[in-house]
């Protein structure tokens, strides 16, 4: 069974810096591209950043210039370094296995506040 534990959520003000981390166990990390998704009270989750098994990453316009998504396999980690912080990026913050999104499975998530 694939698990993803995600983790580094918080409270912090305009302009403040978080970094998001997901271990995931029950599968072979290295073989799959990974994203972090959120979602916002009332709106629909929506794809943040996504990384490959090689290191290519991809962004929500919102984001760019200000997140960075990055890995390391050998501890079955993915990460995401948001600075920059606006209210706006207030939500739940999941990762996932990027080819199983569709089957709307997700965990816990943590919580990302920004304040104003």
């Known amino acids: 069974q694939v698990q993803l534990v995600e983790s580094g959520g918080g409270l912090v003000q305009a302009g403040g810096s978080l970094k998001l981390s997901c271990k995931a166990s029950?599968?072979?990390?290295?073989?799959?591209?990974m994203g972090w998704y959120r979602q916002a009270p009332g709106k629909q989750r929506e794809m943040v950043a996504t990384?490959?098994?090689?290191?290519?990453?991809n962004y929500a316009d919102s984001v760019k210039a200000r997140f960075t998504i990055s890995r390391d396999n050998a501890e079955n980690t993915v990460y995401l370094q948001m600075n920059s912080l606006k209210p706006e990026d207030t939500a739940v913050y999941y990762c996932?296995?990027?080819?199983?999104?569709?089957?709307?499975?997700w965990g816990q998530g943590t919580q990302v506040t920004v304040s104003s």
């Open positions: 990384i490959t098994r090689g290191g290519n990453t």
């Open positions: 996932n296995v990027k080819r199983l999104t569709s089957y709307d499975l």
């Open positions: 029950g599968i072979i990390f290295s073989s799959y591209a």
